[in-house]
């Protein structure tokens, strides 16, 4: 299983921006997905965006399209997730995990997870 470290998370105002790093421990082509979730107190983690590593294609949930971009840098065996105008609701412990498997979107498929980042969005 690959290591994942995150990093970047913190506490920001509403309209804020922030951008997360999912450090991993080898080459991120050796996956076939990587994605950042978040959970929030009492609430089921949740999707928020996954890049398949090697194609380059993403998804992303539906609360966050629009302002948040995830991208991978493969020299740095990094993944970064860009969140802009920030909201209160945003609110959560985000973590990336990776997959080897093709169903992506499902994240019971994610074997491999960082300890997570806590963002605090205040209005």
């Given at each position: 299983?690959v290591?994942?470290?995150?990093?970047?998370?913190?506490?920001v105002?509403?309209?804020?921006?922030?951008?997360?790093?999912c450090?991993?421990?080898?080459?991120?082509?050796?996956?076939?997905?990587?994605?950042?979730?978040?959970?929030?107190?009492?609430?089921?983690?949740?999707?928020?965006?996954?890049?398949y590593?090697?194609?380059?294609?993403?998804?992303y949930?539906?609360?966050?399209?629009?302002?948040?971009?995830?991208?991978?840098?493969?020299?740095k065996?990094?993944?970064?997730?860009?969140?802009?105008?920030?909201k209160?609701?945003?609110?959560?412990?985000?973590?990336?995990?990776?997959?080897?498997?093709?169903?992506?979107?499902?994240?019971?498929?994610?074997?491999?997870?960082?300890?997570?980042t806590?963002?605090t969005?205040?209005?």
């Amino acid at each position: 299983q690959v290591q994942l470290v995150e990093s970047g998370g913190g506490s920001v105002q509403d309209g804020g921006s922030l951008r997360l790093s999912c450090a991993v421990s080898e080459d991120t082509t050796s996956t076939n997905c990587i994605g950042w979730f978040r959970q929030a107190p009492g609430k089921e983690r949740e999707v928020v965006a996954i890049i398949y590593t090697n194609a380059g294609n993403t998804v992303y949930g539906d609360s966050v399209k629009g302002r948040f971009t995830i991208s991978q840098d493969n020299a740095k065996n990094t993944v970064y997730l860009q969140m802009n105008s920030l909201k209160p609701g945003d609110t959560a412990m985000y973590y990336c995990g990776a997959s080897a498997d093709r169903r992506c979107t499902f994240i019971t498929r994610y074997n491999s997870w960082g300890q997570g980042t806590q963002v605090t969005v205040s209005s």
